[in-house]
């Protein structure tokens, strides 16, 4: 079992930048691949970041390449998502989630994650 405590989020203005944690407890973090998603108002939960077990292996959605970096500390069980050059749309509950994983890649795919945090909020204005 794994609790992930998420924080981070906020208000920011266009063009600047947030970094979320994601605190895991237990002690097998390292065993499992971490991927972050959001929701804004209205529309359903999409994809942004995973990092497999290592942080060897990492996929971002379109939109954010070159903004946001996912990284991990296996060492502090923590995850995290640097988010610079933040634009209006990407306003949303930030979630990070994690699920038990032997394969190199990690998933893209929400149904793949059986652990959630609670999510955070972050709020861009124009």
């Known amino acids: 079992q794994v609790q992930l405590v998420e924080s981070g989020g906020g208000l920011v203005q266009a063009g600047g930048s947030l970094r979320l944690s994601c605190a895991a407890s237990?002690?097998?973090?390292?065993?499992?691949?971490v991927g972050w998603f959001r929701q804004a108002p209205g529309k359903e939960r999409e994809f942004v970041a995973a990092?497999?077990?290592?942080?060897?292996?990492?996929y971002y959605e379109d939109s954010v390449k070159g903004r946001f970096t996912i990284s991990r500390d296996n060492a502090k069980n923590t995850g995290y998502l640097e988010m610079n050059e933040l634009k209006p749309e990407d306003t949303a509950v930030y979630y990070c989630?994690?699920?038990?994983?032997?394969?190199?890649?990690?998933?893209?795919?929400?149904?793949?994650?059986?652990?959630w945090g609670q999510g955070t909020q972050v709020t861009v204005s124009s």
């Open positions: 990092i497999n077990r290592s942080g060897g292996s990492i």
């Open positions: 989630a994690a699920y038990r994983s032997v394969e190199l890649l990690p998933s893209r795919w929400a149904p793949s994650y059986d652990y």
């Open positions: 237990g002690r097998t973090f390292s065993s499992y691949a």
